[in-house]
């Protein structure tokens, strides 16, 4: 049971480029959460979703992009990197009921230069 | 207005001693739950405990447990007898709503603790 997988674990990108990220789980669960932690900063929610097929935006949602075709599968875009989006992004899973955690998957280190 | 607060960007304390790291909230929603994460320097988030808002009895897992003060609005995280493994990032999540809206996950910015040997 892989739970929350990540990919990928590390990458760096020239300004301007784009790329994708993925999240996959495995727990069929609901709802799915992009957040991108930086140092003094906590974690912030950059896109999430509720189900298949569903996105909203969270706290910081400019120059991302997100899409969820599959209930499994939670994708996060950046269409023209910046050096500003250089992070550690996370993803997580949530089940519908309220008492229990969030899943997360290993996190993502993102340069970009 | 911030939902989740943690005053303390870091804190020490000394291997054995027991160490508390503070968290207010902010919500009016009745129905919650609270959440404490390690995050040690390897990166992976780590859950240690869960507290429910209309739990009566303050949560408690191993050596954590759960200073739950409903009207204060704080759910303050006591670590007994501090090993230098709990070294780490330590943040404190809020899970708010009810029914539909229960997918509201908010952190606040971490407190780094040192255990000292």
């Known amino acids: 049971n892989a739970g929350v997988t990540q990919t990928p674990k590390f990458r760096v990108l020239k300004t301007g480029q784009s790329m994708t990220l993925l999240c996959a789980q495995d727990?069929?669960?609901?709802?799915m959460y992009w957040y991108r932690q930086d140092p003094g900063m906590g974690l912030r929610l950059i896109h999430y979703?509720?189900?298949?097929?569903?996105?909203a935006k969270g706290e910081v949602p400019d120059g991302y992009n997100v899409s969820r075709l599959k209930k499994q599968n939670f994708l996060l875009g950046l269409e023209s990197a910046a050096p500003s989006q250089t992070s550690v992004y996370f993803c997580?899973?949530?089940?519908?009921?309220?008492?229990?955690?969030?899943?997360f998957g290993q996190g993502t280190r993102l340069t970009v230069v | 207005a911030q939902k989740i607060t943690q005053t303390q960007p870091g804190m020490f304390v000394q291997e054995k001693e027991a160490v508390t790291l503070d968290c207010t909230y902010d919500?009016?929603?009745?129905?919650?739950?609270l959440f404490w994460y390690k995050q040690p320097s390897s990166g992976e988030m780590i859950f240690l405990i869960y507290q429910g808002s209309y739990d009566q009895q303050n949560a408690t897992e191993g050596r954590y447990s759960l200073n739950f003060q409903k009207a204060r609005k704080s759910a303050n995280l006591v670590i007994s007898a501090s090993q230098l493994g709990d070294s780490a990032m330590y943040f404190c999540a809020m899970r708010e709503g009810s029914g539909g809206s229960n997918y509201k996950l908010t952190f606040g910015k971490g407190t780094l603790l040192t255990v000292n040997p």
């Open positions: 979703s509720v189900g298949e097929g569903t996105t």
């Open positions: 919500t009016s929603d009745p129905s919650y739950g």
């Open positions: 727990m069929n669960h609901e709802y």
């Open positions: 997580a899973t949530l089940r519908q009921l309220i008492n229990t955690e969030a899943f």
